[in-house]
């Protein structure tokens, strides 16, 4: 009798170890962590430019880097890396609003101020603020995301930049990898 009681203690120490044990970390897709990509569309020349120069230092012509000249952008945000010229297109799904600033003195380094505006797919009438320094010329730039609206209310999380084109049609394709959280998956 002595036996069966030590191997019942025994059994409902295991199972309460095993109840009170930490969760396993969820994989990436059950964590509440959302992931997708899309292009964003820098159109600096031609009819209707998305990026127009709306600020700049005396001295930010004769810079090598373009230091202390402001941007205002209302760029496209496509699906797809096809370059749009800026006009609207099928597979547009917002619009980046903004502001970068070239803000640094060595290399081509912006600080970006932007808000992505979702205004078509799954994301409609929501967005996100992206904010942190883009150092243009490295494959892979990290901005924060740091806060959002809609879908994306409080959201928090990082976007991945990487230049696609910048060729001689007057306009950058960047893909952007975005992962975001928000409140309610937190």
Known sequence: M???KALLLLL?????????APAPVAAAA??????????????????SPTAIRIAQAASSNSSSTFFGA???????????PAVT??????????????????????????LMNMNFVF???DYKGSSLTIYGRNEVLSAVR????????GKFRMARGYVEARTMDSG???????????????AASA
């Open 85 to 110: 010229g800026s006009a609207r297109s099928k597979d547009e799904v917002g619009r980046a609003q903004g502001t970068y600033t070239f803000a640094d003195q060595a290399t081509f380094g912006l």
């Open 142 to 149: 990290e901005m924060s995301i740091v806060g959002g609206a």
């Open 12 to 20: 409902l120490c295991a199972a309460a170890a095993v109840l009170l």
């Open 119 to 121: 205004t078509a797919g």
């Open 70 to 80: 402001v941007v205002a952008i209302d760029d496209p945000l496509t699906s797809t």
């Open 168 to 182: 001689n049609s007057g306009e950058t394709v960047v893909e952007y990898t975005v992962y975001v959280k928000t």
């Open 30 to 47: 059950d964590d509440g962590l959302t992931k997708f990509k899309l292009y964003w569309h820098d159109v600096l020349a031609g009819k």
């Open 2 to 4: 002595a036996g069966a």
